[in-house]
């Protein structure tokens, strides 16, 4: 009886782990995206990453602390009340508990600033503004005639990587990981005439070699360099736009970065085909929804088909699918549990979008 019974564990057990290196198979990157929480949401965001992410397979968190942490090595970059070594360990605690892959995001280059509010690196750094001429407004409307919608730093400016590879490094360490987002999407101000060091040059170098200079710091500990992919795609020629791809000529710089760089391909409205560009170009790629179920649906459907469909050398470039979140975590888990409407009434709403596409992963056999 005994023995039976040990077979009888043993199978399941099998079974078990084909299923798991099945869905691997199909969509080795199965991740969500959000802001770092608040230090008084940290206990709930944890049971969430416990008891709704595990469950779901995700298997990669990417937190976005940006300044949302008491960063030792620079302690002037700190928001006030920001996140502490502790409360991370909390995080990066659970996360192995559950096998998942935990990832810090601090954007690099572009968002530098939001709305009518100058984030720390420039607040405290104003030198390394790319725009120094353009001053912050009291109040923030879309458009306006500076164009300004995020601040960049300068890549060209000498003392620039010095402090944002410490919190990087500082960063990674806390988190324990073996990958970096650098954000580094929507960057509308690169290359400025105005700048004594980057006017006149190509737009689409500077991006390329902003990208080059923080891989080669990551590989150095073995850290991968992941993206948006956004600047990376001619927005005129495929129709995308001025804010999913790119009107400002960066995305040339598609063939000028490490292969190893990997692209987290974002678009909310269409399934579109780009994750096919990217593998193209010898690139990893991850598909990103935000809060429209129909498109996420269609997303993943396509990436377990271009995984399934293309040749042995294109397969592995095809990543996986991530959910994007871009509301606080508190916020987010506010309406994930009250399963809120969206303003409409309707049912596009971030975590809709979330569990109708999971739901679908999980269905997978
Ligand atoms: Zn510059």
């Given at each position: 009886m005994k023995q039976y019974i040990f077979c009888l564990l043993m199978i399941i057990a099998s079974s078990t782990i084909s299923?798991?290196?099945?869905?691997?198979?199909?969509?080795?990157?199965?991740?969500?995206?959000?802001?770092?929480?608040?230090?008084?949401?940290?206990?709930?965001?944890?049971?969430?990453?416990?008891?709704?992410?595990?469950?779901?397979?995700?298997?990669?968190?990417?937190?976005?602390?940006?300044?949302?942490?008491?960063?030792?090595?620079h302690p002037e970059l700190a928001d006030t009340g920001a996140l502490s070594e502790s409360d991370i360990k909390k995080i990066v605690a659970v996360c192995k508990k559950d096998n998942i892959n935990l990832i810090p995001q601090v954007n690099l280059l572009g968002h530098q600033s939001w709305a009518s509010k100058t984030n720390k690196l420039l607040a405290v750094y104003p030198q390394f503004d790319e725009t120094p001429n353009?001053?912050?407004?009291?109040?923030?409307?879309?458009?306006?005639?500076?164009?300004?919608?995020?601040?960049?730093?300068?890549?060209?400016?000498?003392e620039v990587h010095?402090?944002?590879f410490d919190i990087v490094d500082e960063i990674c360490d806390v988190f324990e990981s073996n990958a970096f987002h650098a954000g580094m999407d929507e960057v509308f101000y690169i290359g400025e005439p105005q700048c004594p060091r980057c006017g006149g040059r190509d737009k689409a170098e500077l991006?390329?070699?902003?990208?080059?200079?923080?891989?080669e710091h990551l590989q150095q500990k073995n850290r991968a360099l992941w993206?948006?992919?956004?600047?990376?795609?001619d927005g005129k020629t495929t129709g995308i736009g001025e804010?999913?791809?790119?009107?400002?000529?960066?995305?040339?710089?598609?063939?000028m970065i490490p292969k190893d760089v990997v692209i987290c391909?974002?678009?909310?409205?269409?399934?579109?085909?780009?994750?096919?560009?990217?593998?193209?170009?010898g690139l990893h790629v991850i598909t990103c929804p935000w809060n429209r179920p129909q498109v996420a649906l269609q997303q993943t459907d396509d990436m377990i088909n271009f995984r399934a469909t293309s040749t042995e050398e294109m397969q592995p470039n095809f990543y996986g699918m991530m959910q994007t979140v871009w509301m606080g975590a508190g916020n987010f888990m506010d309406g994930f549990y009250a399963n809120k409407p969206?303003?409409?009434?309707?049912?596009?709403?971030?975590w809709n979008c979330f569990k109708t596409m999971f739901d679908k992963i999980g269905s997978i056999k």
């Open positions: 299923a798991q290196q099945q869905l691997d198979s199909l969509l080795p990157v199965r991740g969500f995206c959000i802001a770092a929480p608040a230090p008084n949401d940290l206990d709930r965001f944890i049971k969430f990453v416990d008891e709704e992410l595990a469950p779901r397979k995700v298997n990669t968190l990417i937190l976005r602390v940006d300044y949302n942490y008491q960063y030792k090595s353009v001053k912050m407004p009291e109040h923030y409307e879309w458009p306006n005639a500076d164009n300004l919608y995020c601040k960049s730093y300068c890549p060209l400016h000498r010095k402090i944002v991006f390329a070699g902003e990208v080059r200079t923080i891989d993206i948006w992919g956004d600047r990376l795609i804010w999913e791809a790119s009107y400002n000529n960066t995305y040339r710089a598609v063939d391909d974002w678009h909310y409205e269409r399934a579109d085909k780009t994750p096919v560009y990217f593998a193209m170009k969206d303003r409409k009434g309707g049912t596009n709403t971030d």
